[in-house]
């Protein structure tokens, strides 16, 4: 059975992001999106419009020296424009360690990512870690 979409969607966008390539995440995108990123830290907060988003994800690899790894762990989809796309996030900043466990909560419209609400297992150890 072929796969979903939306969760084919998803999985491109976790492999772009894992290469760094922006153009493709941007392209995925529509221009208004959201990214609802939990936490009371600097990395924390709502992050709206494509090019808000980008920079957000740009400052992720630079505030951790390219550490950081987003590594797809399964996906599921409702078939009406939700798909969670669950990962362990790992990275390295100031001496610090962060491994995680979290998800992503996508709507698609069309074919574009409408917002992105992410979920973290230890909300305080990633607010330690990014602050």
Same mark, same amino acid.
């Given at each position: 059975?072929?796969?979903?979409?939306?969760?084919?969607?998803? %999985?491109?966008?976790?492999?772009?992001?894992?290469?760094?390539?922006?153009?493709?995440?941007?392209?995925?995108?529509?221009?208004?999106?959201? !990214? !609802?990123?939990?936490?009371?830290?600097?990395?924390?907060? *709502?992050?709206?419009?494509?090019?808000?988003?980008?920079?957000?994800?740009? %400052?992720?690899?630079?505030?951790?020296?390219?550490?950081?790894?987003?590594?797809?762990?399964?996906?599921?989809?409702?078939?009406?424009? !939700?798909?969670?796309?669950?990962?362990?996030?790992?990275?390295?900043?100031?001496?610090?360690?962060?491994? *995680?466990?979290?998800?992503?909560?996508?709507?698609?419209?069309?074919?574009?990512?409408?917002?992105?609400?992410?979920?973290?297992?230890?909300? *305080?150890?990633?607010?330690?870690?990014?602050?």
């Amino acid at each position: 059975m072929a796969e979903h979409p939306h969760a084919a969607l998803v %999985r491109k966008g976790f492999e772009a992001f894992s290469r760094g390539d922006m153009d493709t995440l941007r392209e995925m995108m529509a221009g208004d999106a959201t !990214h !609802h990123v939990p936490g009371n830290h600097p990395l924390s907060g *709502d992050f709206k419009g494509v090019d808000s988003i980008i920079e957000m994800y740009e %400052r992720l690899g630079a505030e951790t020296n390219g550490t950081m790894r987003a590594e797809l762990i399964g996906i599921c989809v409702d078939g009406r424009g !939700h798909v969670v796309g669950m990962n362990r996030f790992t990275a390295e900043r100031n001496g610090k360690t962060l491994d *995680d466990t979290g998800c992503i909560i996508f709507r698609i419209v069309g074919d574009k990512v409408t917002d992105l609400d992410e979920c973290v297992e230890d909300i *305080d150890k990633n607010n330690e870690f990014w602050s």
